[in-house]
């Protein structure tokens, strides 16, 4: 069974680097065909895709983070990061990890149980 | 980016009432919409994948249907359990969408 954690620093500082890791357990992050996804829900309100890495290290972004975002993967560690520059207070929210179900483009059907990122000074 | 609208935004229903939860696509998406739960604290549950397949587990009073730009989740027989909010979610294309979710209240 897939399991995933979200770790790093519960605040981050506006203008700074928002910098989270999710931990594979379960499954590799480089073998089976399945993206690896970020997704962020700010307070009170839905859920939001940021972007995904492939098992082969290929990435896509949400075009409205695009060139905030960076996903990348350390396979020797089974995890996968994620970092978001010139964070503001509209980037407040829980962020999780999740892996699609099958291979390619799917559901989300494992997820982290997420981490709540404040952005304040 | 394909916009999914989900009506309606919050719903307050009794217990075994039926309850209809509608996703809209701003394209047609074929069967790629999928539905979620979640409740308060939690991270989204999957209820039911590619618009009408039941995920493993999931209580038999969910069921979706729909293709193309028109979905509809559906929770017969309401329980105090299922108090929570839903939302759609796209896989056609890139970026991945969700709908704005829909509340569910218990009476």
């Known amino acids: 069974q897939v399991q995933l954690q979200e770790s790093g620093p519960g605040l981050v500082k506006p203008s700074e680097t928002l910098s989270l890791i999710c931990t594979v357990s379960?499954?590799?992050?480089?073998?089976?065909?399945?993206?690896w996804n970020w997704i962020r829900q700010p307070p009170g309100t839905g859920l939001e895709w940021i972007g995904h890495?492939?098992?082969?290290?290929?990435?896509n972004y949400n075009p409205s983070l695009k060139s905030r975002v960076t996903i990348s993967a350390d396979t020797s560690k089974n995890q996968f990061s994620l970092k978001l520059s010139s964070v503001t207070t509209a980037d407040t929210a829980v962020y999780y990890c999740?892996?699609?179900?099958?291979?390619?483009?799917?559901?989300?059907?494992?997820w982290g149980q997420g981490t709540l990122v404040t952005v304040s000074s | 980016e394909i916009v999914l609208t989900q009506s309606p935004d919050f719903q307050s229903v009794t217990p075994k009432e039926k309850v209809t939860i509608t996703c809209r696509a701003s394209?047609?998406?074929?069967?790629?919409l999928h539905w979620y739960q979640q409740k308060p604290d939690q991270s989204p549950k999957l209820l039911i994948k590619?618009?009408?397949q039941s995920f493993s587990g999931v209580p038999s009073r969910f069921s979706g249907s729909g293709s193309g730009t028109d979905f509809t989740l559906t929770i017969n027989s309401l329980e105090a359990e299922d108090a929570a909010t839903y939302y759609c979610?796209?896989?056609?294309?890139?970026?991945?969408?969700f709908g704005q979710g829909t509340e569910v209240e218990i009476k």
């Open positions: 999740a892996r699609d179900g099958v291979a390619g483009l799917a559901y989300f059907q494992h």
């Open positions: 379960g499954g590799s992050v480089s073998s089976g065909s399945y993206y």
């Open positions: 890495i492939y098992y082969n290290g290929s990435t």
């Open positions: 394209q047609s998406i074929g069967s790629s």
């Open positions: 590619y618009a009408s």
């Open positions: 979610h796209q896989s056609y294309s890139l970026p991945r969408t």
